[in-house]
């Protein structure tokens, strides 16, 4: 069975400054992995996900991602934080051949002025 | 496109009581699945629909949760007798129900039970 985990349960970052959220991953067979975000009262939204191709992944709202296989590893990234990205974001990854999404537990990204 | 549709989008009720929760998913979308969000964990997958069948419910406490999908479209989560630790945010979800099909989720029902 397939499991996620977040390393960080919280992430305080400055406007304008950097972010990583990371993300492993553990499965026997292959996998989808995917990056939700949820804003505070809503569902999750997809920012993007890792199907096939190239290992860097761009998103919504300036985020990407990179799929390490040897690490086993998701992270996602952004160059430059907005206020408007404070929200919990999801990991999630899928086994080829199925359509069940398992989640790690989120990361809560605050961005302080 | 109108996305995926919940009531009610809160709920409080006493232990032991019943609830149950109404899901209307995106036109055309074959699956559609409810999760349970513990406040300060992902959401936990109860139950998978492709069409008006069940793929997946082995997450599901049959003892207390019931669900249904008639006709293949709206969905209906049930649970009774509520439980303490059933407090949660109950979300659906849908897709086009193909393999990598990006699942697209309603704004949820926050649960309490006292």
């Known amino acids: 069975a397939q499991s996620v985990t977040q390393l960080d349960s919280q992430v305080p970052v400055f406007e304008e400054a950097p972010v990583e959220l990371r993300c492993n991953y553990s499965s026997s067979v292959s996998v989808y992995l995917f990056w939700y975000v949820q804003y505070p009262n809503q569902g999750l939204q997809l920012l993007l996900k890792y199907l096939s191709g190239s290992t860097l992944v761009k998103g919504i709202n300036g985020f990407e991602a990179e799929f390490n296989k040897s690490q086993t590893s998701f992270h996602l990234r952004k160059p430059s934080v907005h206020i408007s990205d404070t929200a919990e974001y999801f990991c999630a990854v899928s086994e080829k051949g199925a359509q069940k999404l398992v989640f790690g537990q989120g990361t809560r990204l605050t961005i302080n002025p | 496109e109108a996305g995926v549709a919940q009531s009610p989008r809160y709920k409080i009720i006493e232990k032991r009581q019943s609830v149950a929760f109404w899901c209307n998913p995106i036109s055309g979308h074959a699956t559609l699945y409810w999760y349970q969000q513990i406040l300060g964990q992902g959401p936990k997958l109860l139950i998978q629909f492709q069409n008006n069948g069940v793929v997946d419910d082995s997450q599901l406490p049959k003892d207390r949760f019931s669900a249904e999908r008639l006709k293949g479209v709206d969905s209906t989560l049930k649970i009774q007798p509520a439980k303490l630790e059933d407090s949660a945010v109950y979300l659906c979800?849908?897709?086009?129900?193909?393999?990598?099909?990006?699942?697209?989720f309603g704004p949820g029902t926050r649960l309490t039970v006292l």
């Open positions: 979800a849908s897709s086009l129900g193909r393999e990598y099909n990006e699942q697209f």
